[in-house]
């Protein structure tokens, strides 16, 4: 029983190919088990021990079929990391490709964009060299700005100086003094004046050259005549004399300032001329520098973009279509389409079939109205014959022959146009006087149902005045009742004041309603437009006296 158990529970555990299953085969028992099973077989068991052997059969295929669960369950298991693991390795050569086809393009790049930095470098190198020229020359050109202001404001100011040193000669000579025209000789006399640094040889130079905008003096008045102006005429004052001589060294000085600040300004007015023009200079080889950086980089980035890229698809992504129905050798000849623009293609394939069935209904639908209506132009020309032929018959039947009418009405000297618009404008002439009536008559009842407005405001405005005269009196006659409660002592009376004070407040305040009442109307019939309408109301009649009253 154990020989035939284990025969039956050995089985090949040798798979040859991964993610197989395990056949389990059954072995036959060798010839000497087989004649001992034989002659076993006609031995008779007892029943202890068969029921003993069927328990302990039950029991070892109720193993047989536990391992046979745990063998499917491990293989099962293994067949799936075994398909996890080549799902893995499939993804992983994938990235490994792509990785290599993306360092042959960024190497690609790499080469191009050192190229392309060797050409940047030299241009914005000498972007950068234009950048600090253009940079120190706004600097030297703002620094040449500013001296040269300030020169023209000493300028101003030496020219201001020359003319109070003018002003202050003239006012300490007065006027119709006796030595004026010496005085002004000796004032406007150009002298050898020794500079600061010369040596004392140098008193044979020649005299400072003075232009024509040095000074506002003219020179014509000095006369080429010698005459000593170290001492001061016989008669002459000597104080005035010293202030003339102090005046002229102050102009001399003033003059000599000012032709060389004017030299200082003409140069700064060159230096600013020439750094401006340099800045211009300047600018524009900048601007052409960064015109020339700007087209580098578009040529880099068409240079980039002419490098091919490459997309990661699995095979099950590709749909090839072919005429033949084959799949081609190679795939560069292909085109990669996305499928949702595929489905988007076919759902337009649809679209075009609906519409071309609406467009085929549509034109046999015109074909129809086509022949509708040429058969109706044919049944309209052969009235229109017959007409003809009527007519031909009435001018054979009524003259004898065919007139021509056309002819007719040219020879008769008749305008038809003319008729015909003569009769439309006729016919608008006519309709357009009816809608004139139509409107004279709106208009007549406005302007009547306007004059019934302007009566019954101006009546509402007469009730208004008469009833303010009323109120008035009616106030005065109540403040004369309280004086004179004031003054009356007996009950009667008081109490009889007491009852005409009531009826009086009762009339006042019918009459105040009344005045608003009419208030109201008044400024809705203005709403109205009836704002310019004035009206003067009748004088109000007077109240009878409060004693006549019930």
């Known amino acids: 029983e154990d020989s035939e158990a284990g025969s039956e529970a050995s089985t090949t555990d040798d798979p040859t190919v991964l993610g197989t299953r395990l056949v389990m085969v059954t072995v036959p028992p060798p010839p000497n088990v087989r004649c001992i099973r034989d002659r076993l077989s006609h031995v008779t068991r007892p029943a202890a021990f068969e029921a003993l052997a069927r328990k302990r059969t039950a029991m070892l ?45 960024y190497y690609r790049e790499l080469v191009h964009l050192k190229a392309f930095n060797i050409r940047e470098n030299a241009i914005e190198k000498r972007r950068d060299i234009k950048l600090f020229e253009k940079k120190d020359c706004i600097k030297n050109r703002t620094r040449a700005q500013k001296e040269y202001e300030g020169k023209r404001k000493l300028v101003a100011q030496l020219i201001e100086t020359l003319k109070q040193t003018q002003t202050e000669f003239a006012s300490n000579l007065g006027e119709n003094h006796k030595f004026e025209r010496y005085l002004t000789k000796v004032f406007k006399r150009k002298v050898k004046r020794r500079k600061p640094g010369d040596s004392s040889d140098s008193d044979d130079e020649s005299e400072s050259d003075d232009s024509d905008d040095d000074s506002d003096f003219d020179s014509a008045d000095d006369d080429d005549e010698e005459f000593d102006d170290t001492v001061a005429p016989a008669g002459c004052d000597g104080a005035l004399f010293e202030r003339t001589l102090a005046l002229r060294e102050r102009r001399l000085d003033a003059e000599e300032a000012l032709v060389e600040e004017k030299k200082a300004t003409d140069m700064l007015k060159k230096e600013v001329d020439s750094l401006t023009k340099k800045e211009k200079t300047i600018a524009a080889a900048l601007h052409v520098e960064e015109e020339a950086l700007a087209e580098l980089q578009l040529e880099k980035q068409g240079k980039l973009n002419e490098l091919d890229t490459a997309v990661p698809l699995r095979l099950d992504q590709i749909y090839h279509y072919t005429n033949n129905g084959t799949l081609p050798t190679t795939l560069e000849h292909s085109l990669i389409f996305p499928i949702p623009q595929m489905e988007q293609l076919k759902d337009r394939i649809t679209e075009l079939t609906k519409m071309k069935q609406m467009q085929t209904h549509d034109r046999k639908t015109i074909k129809k109205q086509r022949a509708r209506l040429l058969g109706e132009v044919r049944e309209k020309e052969h009235h229109t014959d017959e007409l003809d032929q009527k007519v031909k018959d009435l001018m054979l039947l009524k003259f004898g022959t065919l007139v021509d009418l056309e002819a007719l009405e040219k020879n008769s000297g008749v305008n038809t146009v003319g008729e015909e618009l003569r009769a439309t404008i006729q016919a608008l002439e006519k309709e357009y006087g009816r809608l004139v009536r139509e409107w004279d008559g709106k208009v007549v009842q406005a302007r009547r149902a306007l004059d019934a407005a302007i009566k019954r405001n101006t009546d509402n405005l007469q009730s208004l005045g008469t009833l303010t005269a009323k109120r008035s009196q009616l106030t005065a006659s109540l403040e004369a009742a309280q004086k004179d409660v004031l003054h009356d002592n007996s009950a009667a009376a008081h109490a009889s004041d007491l009852d005409e004070r009531r009826r009086l407040k009762m009339v006042a305040d019918a009459q105040a309603e009344e005045i608003e009442m009419l208030r109201y109307k008044l400024a809705q019939f203005h709403r109205k437009g009836g704002g310019d309408l004035f009206l003067t109301p009748d004088r109000p009649e007077p109240l009878p006296p409060i004693g006549d009253r019930q």
């Open 61 to 105: 295929q109720a193993q047989r079929d536990s391992l046979r669960a745990q063998i499917d369950h491990l293989i099962d298991s293994f067949d799936d990391k075994v398909r996890v693991l080549l799902t893995a390795k499939r993804e992983t050569e994938v990235r490994i490709k792509f990785a290599e086809f993306q360092h042959v393009v």
